[in-house]
Nanobody
Framework: QVQLVESGGGLVQAGGSLRLSCAAS????????MAWYRQAPGKERELVAT????????TSADSVRGRFTISRDNAKNTVYLQMNSLKPEDTADYFCNAYPTFWAWGPGTQVTVSS
């Protein structure tokens, strides 16, 4: 069974930075457009950013544009999310998956931004 394992979350003050990682145990990772999603307490999961198979085309939600950057390393089956200028409203559990979603969700990694 394919596993997605997110890491890198934590508690950070507003204005700080974090780098999230997500490792996939599937060899077809490199063939998939990948994305980061997040789910804040009491809210639905939302799309944060996407990246194409070779890492040349990125999209991001309006709420994070200019602050978050998605990247990938196909040799490591890993996708990253660099988060800068974090705001309290970025507090959520963060997940990776293909876009559109393809695998079962991983456990996610929790990001808490204090004001």
């Amino acid at each position: 069974q394919v596993q997605l394992v997110e890491s890198g979350g934590g508690l950070v003050q507003a204005g700080g930075s974090l780098r999230l990682s997500c490792a996939a145990s599937d060899s077809i990772f490199s063939l998939k457009r990948m994305a980061w999603y997040r789910q804040a307490p009491g809210k639905e999961r939302e799309l944060v950013a996407t990246i194409n198979t070779i890492g040349t085309i990125r999209t991001s939600a309006d709420s994070v544009r200019g602050r978050f950057t998605i990247s990938r390393d196909n040799a490591k089956n890993t996708v990253y999310l660099q988060m800068n200028s974090l705001k309290p409203e970025d507090t959520a559990d963060y997940f990776c998956n293909a876009y559109p979603t393809f695998w079962a969700w991983g456990p996610g990694t929790q990001v808490t931004v204090s004001s």
